[in-house]
């Protein structure tokens, strides 16, 4: 039997949709026949990813950094097309704050972002996805949840976390047919991976570590994600694919 992929009607979230990967998984989910809630700071962003994409979908611009931002945005994100079924945690931010210059500010401001507000945006739509039995969260973990980078400190333990959240998630809630789980992104190019990608050098060596033999490219997240969402997933919770086109594993 194959499995099925199909997520036509169901209800996404997508936080991060301004730009970089919540964008493009935004509108992938869109042309996929999900109904689509971008959310984001940047409200022209927003409106621009509206009038480009294609399917139905909506925009709620808004703060969801961190446990309180969270809970109020959770209820107007709601409003377009009822609680979502899918939830996709994409919004991110990287300080690349130096460990001996790491503040107190640019800590709780990835802390929060990264790590507190996946949680408490998930907290408040688990309730309507247990009255359902079904529910999917992706989460966006990094190659930084398991490797050091120079300047990723706050980042990489906030990633690190991501990994752990992702597996605590399914042990809480994949007993009500919620299902938990994150794609670590290798090198792909976004506003958030801008500072590698202008260095061509940089962009090259990481390349030559895969062992594809490049860096990637936003379309290579789409299929991975689409299986998470869908029922094609229905037995794999906890877990994190590495989409870095072999990068970990030489």
Aim: hydrophobic letters at 50%; charged letters at 20%; a negative charge.
């Amino acid at each position: 039997m194959i499995p099925s992929f199909d997520i036509r009607g169901r209800v996404a979230v997508v936080t991060g949709a301004s730009g970089g990967i919540g964008r493009a998984l935004a509108s992938a989910f869109a042309e996929a026949g999900a109904k689509v809630v971008g959310t984001a700071r940047r409200a022209e962003a927003l409106e621009s990813w509206l009038r480009e994409t294609t399917g139905v979908t909506a925009v709620v611009a808004g703060d969801i950094a961190g446990p309180e931002a969270a809970g109020r945005m959770a209820e107007a994100l709601a409003e377009p097309f009822g609680p979502p079924d899918i939830l996709i945690n994409a919004a991110g931010l990287n300080t690349r704050e130096v460990a001996d210059d790491v503040t107190v500010q640019g800590w709780r401001a990835t802390i929060d972002i990264n790590l507190a507000t996946p949680f408490f945006l998930a907290q408040a739509f688990v309730p309507a996805m247990k009255d359902k039995g079904w529910g999917r969260i992706l989460n966006i973990a990094s190659l930084q949840s398991e490797r050091a980078f120079p300047g990723g400190l706050a980042y990489g333990a906030s990633k690190g976390g991501v990994a752990q959240l992702t597996r605590a998630m399914a042990e809480a809630w994949s007993p009500f047919g919620i299902t938990a789980n994150a794609i670590a992104p290798g090198f792909f190019p976004t506003e958030l991976t801008a500072p590698v990608f202008d260095d061509p050098a940089r962009a090259a060596r990481n390349a030559a570590q895969t062992c594809i033999g490049r860096n990637g490219e936003l379309r290579d997240l789409v299929g991975p994600a689409l299986f998470f969402a869908s029922s094609a997933s229905d037995f794999v919770t906890g877990q994190v694919l590495f989409v870095d086109g072999g990068f970990t594993a030489k």
